[in-house]
T-cell receptor, first 116, second 116 residues
Framework: DGGITQSPKYLFRKEGQNVTLSCEQN?????MYWYRQDPGQGLRLIYY???????QKGDIAEGYSVSREKKESFPLTVTSAQKNPTAFYLC???????????????FGNGTRLTVT | DQQVKQNSPSLSVQEGRISILNCDYT??????FLWYKKYPAEGPTFLIS?????DKNEDGRFTVFLNKSAKHLSLHIVPSQPGDSAVYFC???????????????FGQGTILTVHP
């Protein structure tokens, strides 16, 4: 049963600590994405990766870092430099590649991060 | 700068009636539009899409209309069912930023409540 797995579902951290959110997909998709959802602001793109070992900043990349060492995995690190880290984080994937420009995104079920 | 706007934060309709969710965009480079549905604590799921070369796309109870001159699209759900109660996100896809890869821009979302 293919899909995207985000873990954990809920995460609590103290201010000043870095935290890494996991995202794994078994859909054999090339492209992967991280979005952040805040009330009243929809989904905002943090980082995306179209292929292994390559990634690009999205609209709100400051305070975040990613890696894409394997096709299946795209972990997101929320660093202490992120000023408002408390949010719902969504990972997504798509077929990717230039021939699949409008292939829909498949989302995981998200991780709710609370930083106090 | 909000390039995709859903100006109605919420909509309430009676079961069996029509639900109309609206979305406006400002970027004329957008050429593909999608609607996603999201239940609480879950990731969004793809619902329906439309290319800018069309003005209507239908899939069962769901129809999306696109008015390019007005930069406006709408999602019609007929008949509405209580299970349709969710947050609906409009998203637009466009090339740019020096890449031919598409980048999705989401609206803020509209909470639809269908009453039995």
């Amino acid at each position: 049963d293919g899909g995207i797995t985000q873990s954990p579902k809920y995460l609590f951290r103290k201010e000043g600590q870095n935290v890494t959110l996991s995202c794994e997909q078994n859909l054999n998709h090339d492209a992967m994405y991280w979005y952040r959802q805040d009330p009243g602001q929809g989904l905002r793109l943090i980082y995306y990766s179209q292929i292994v070992n390559d990634f690009q900043k999205g609209d709100i990349a400051e305070g975040y870092s990613v890696s894409r060492e394997k096709k299946e995995s795209f972990p997101l690190t929320v660093t202490s430099a992120q000023k408002n880290p408390t949010a719902f984080y969504l990972c997504a994937s798509s077929i990717g590649g230039r021939s699949s420009y409008n292939s829909p995104l498949h989302f995981g079920n998200g991780t709710r991060l609370t930083v106090t | 700068d909000q390039q995709v706007k859903q100006n109605s934060p919420s909509l309430s309709v009676q079961e069996g009636r029509i639900s109309i969710l609206n979305c406006d965009y400002t970027n004329s480079m957008f050429d593909y539009f999608l609607w996603y549905k999201k239940y609480p604590a879950e990731g969004p799921t793809f619902l329906i899409s439309i290319s800018s070369i069309k003005d209507k796309n239908e899939d069962g109870r769901f129809t999306v209309f696109l008015n390019k001159s007005a930069k406006h699209l709408s999602l019609h759900i007929v008949p509405s069912q209580p299970g349709d109660s969710a947050v609906y996100f409009c998203a637009a896809l466009g090339r740019g930023g020096g890449t031919s890869y598409g980048k999705l821009t989401f609206g803020q979302g509209t909470i639809l409540t269908v009453h039995p």
